[in-house]
């Protein structure tokens, strides 16, 4: 009996403006004309309740914020949506999922942001993904010019992570490379200050040595 391939969860992390919705579509396509189902999806968001639950934490009703324990779960109850009726059954089926943004970014966000203390996050965390962790992580790094260059051209209203100051962005980017210095055998660090072009072949070399070292 042969068996089906194993699918793989490979997750986009990194400031706004990096890169990483460009990328995901780019990877999206590549499997896809390599043969191989992908699933292209987001966080916070990817089922209809996290997407509700999405606009709920990108534009709260005026005059109200969301605490930052109360912001931490909510992102993590979309999670917990997300993974148990998209994430899990792709990844059952075989299919691959490319996710942009995952739990690294609640590990950044509800930090560098709302001061919850990384032993709440991680608990939670553990609890929400249980065995469902990224097969890869690619972490967007660029400096924070072009970060904010690429946020400048980006069209449409701005929400309220991206109306922060230019140190919370710093903050952010410090973040991230430290969960990739700190977890190296599940993230890479990829120079996001390339073309486009250039960082899909990048991204691409790594996901080549998940396939079985065809890199
Ligand atoms: N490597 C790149 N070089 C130049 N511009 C880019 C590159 N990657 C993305 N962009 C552009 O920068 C903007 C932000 O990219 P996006 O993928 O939305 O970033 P993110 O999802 O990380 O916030 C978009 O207008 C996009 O077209
Ligand atoms: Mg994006």
Not at 148 to 174: I, K, L, N, W
Not at 180 to 201: M, N, T, W, Y
Request: overall charge negative.
């Amino acid at each position: 009996m042969s068996e089906r391939p194993a699918g793989r969860f490979i997750t986009l992390e990194g400031g706004e403006g990096t890169g990483k919705s460009t990328l995901a579509k780019g990877l999206a396509r590549k499997l896809e004309a390599a043969g191989i189902r992908a699933i292209l999806t987001r966080e916070p968001g990817g089922t209809p309740l996290a997407e509700a639950a999405r606009h709920l934490l990108l534009h709260p009703p005026e005059g109200e914020a969301w605490s930052p324990l109360s912001e931490a779960l909510l992102v993590n109850a979309a999670r917990r949506d997300h993974l148990e009726k998209l994430i899990r059954p792709a990844l059952a089926r075989g299919d691959w999922v490319i996710c942009d943004r995952f739990a690294d970014s609640t590990r950044v966000y509800q930090s560098v942001s709302g001061g919850v203390a990384q032993s709440t996050l991680l608990s939670i965390e553990s609890e929400v993904l249980g065995d469902t962790v990224p097969s890869m992580t690619l972490v967007l790094d660029v400096s924070l010019e072009v970060a904010r260059e690429r946020r400048a051209v980006r069209a449409g209203a701005m929400d309220t992570f991206e109306r922060r100051p230019e140190a919370f962005h710093e903050a952010v980017q410090m973040a991230f490379l430290a969960i990739a210095e700190a977890e190296p055998a599940r993230c890479r660090v990829i120079d996001a200050g390339q073309s486009a072009e250039d960082v899909l072949e990048a991204a691409w070399g790594e996901i080549c040595s998940l396939m079985g070292g065809q890199q």
